[in-house]
């Protein structure tokens, strides 16, 4: 089936990706969880990243990525 675009529906590219609205309109929260899984990420002691098999430096990189990038 050919899907056709009009300028009231054509998806918008971000980030080399094309997302319709209903992608576009949910990008605040994913946003907003990455920010607070990030946050939680810095919280974790030495024994919880062990028992989960993390480094620090493992948990500082993913953690310092801005909110954008997955």
């Known amino acids: 089936m050919t899907q056709l675009h009009t300028e009231r529906n054509r998806p918008t590219e971000w980030g ?15 946003w907003r969880a990455r920010l607070a899984e990030r946050r939680q990420m810095r919280q974790l002691d030495e024994r919880l990243l062990k028992d989960i098999g993390l480094g620090a430096e493992v948990i500082e990189r993913e953690a310092s990525k801005p909110f954008w990038q997955a």
């Open 16 to 30: 080399g990706m094309l997302l319709g609205w209903g992608a576009l309109a949910r990008l605040p929260a994913i």
